[in-house]
């Protein structure tokens, strides 16, 4: 016996236009000699799929709901800009481990990905699901946000997996939220607290040579003799 399904509108926020969800309730029982799976009213769980909304359905969540928000992202990007008054959990934790295996991976990442595009060196969070226990109880509401919308899918996982049935996630992460959706704190705008490394000062200066370049332009096309003059002062190889 799979299982059976159960299907009602939108059970995580009473709103049907916030999607499906499904009332999933997996027997636990074990097979018997016959292969027919012997059913216990204790072995009977029901679980909530995740509802997956955009930034500003999941802003209506937090005014209307009342759902919470949970942000799982590492101490860095949350650092950098976070919703105001969210509660912050990450599933990643920076990994300081010192043996020889760990030593040699976070060199490397280092170099590349850490030195490119700012990401820390890091590792699944042991004590995220207790963190998040230790906070609210399995009927609270929680809207989990990360930058990308990979993280709050598998801290999602984790958590409905611990209890939890009133879970909902921004689709694409925060990286899709319009400036001014949500009240944040921090030194960036929330889309861009992803962004770190030499990629931001490449584009920084790609931007001044670029601007160079069209001063340069601009002088020799309006000022010619002035450009020539200079150009003839310039020492010869």
């Given amino acids: 016996m799979a299982g059976i399904v159960y299907c009602c509108p939108s059970t995580l926020s009473d709103r049907s236009n916030l999607g499906t969800s499904w009332l999933v309730f997996e027997p636990l029982g074990r097979p ?32 209307v709901d009342g759902y919470a928000i949970l942000d799982v992202r590492d101490k860095t990007q949350f650092e950098r800009a976070h919703i105001k008054s969210c509660y912050h959990v990450p599933l990643f934790i920076e990994n300081k481990d010192n043996d020889l295996g760990t030593i040699i991976k976070r060199t490397v990442h280092n170099n590349f990905s850490g030195l490119f ?10 004590d995220f699901v207790q963190s998040v226990k230790s906070q609210f109880q399995p009927d609270r509401k929680l809207l989990l946000v990360c930058q990308e919308g990979l993280r709050s899918t598998a801290a999602a996982a984790q958590l409905e997996d611990a209890g939890f049935q009133n879970i909902a996630c921004i689709t694409s992460g925060l990286q899709s939220v319009k400036p001014g959706t949500f009240e944040s704190v921090g030194s960036s705008e929330l889309k861009d607290a992803g962004k770190a490394g ?7 200066i ?5 601007t160079v370049l069209v001063c340069a332009f601009l002088f020799i096309t309006f000022f010619p003799e002035q450009a020539e003059k200079l150009l003839q002062m310039a020492p010869s190889s």
Wanted: glycine share 8%.
């Fill in 198 to 204: 030499l990629v931001t000062i490449q584009g920084k």
């Fill in 117 to 126: 595009f700012g990401l820390p060196f890091t590792k699944p969070n042991p």
């Fill in 206 to 210: 790609s931007a001044v040579l670029g």
């Fill in 32 to 63: 018997t000699m016959t292969g027919k799976t012997r059913l216990r009213r204790r072995d009977l769980r029901i679980r909530a799929e995740v509802n997956y909304v955009s930034a500003d359905e999941a802003k209506e969540l937090v005014a």
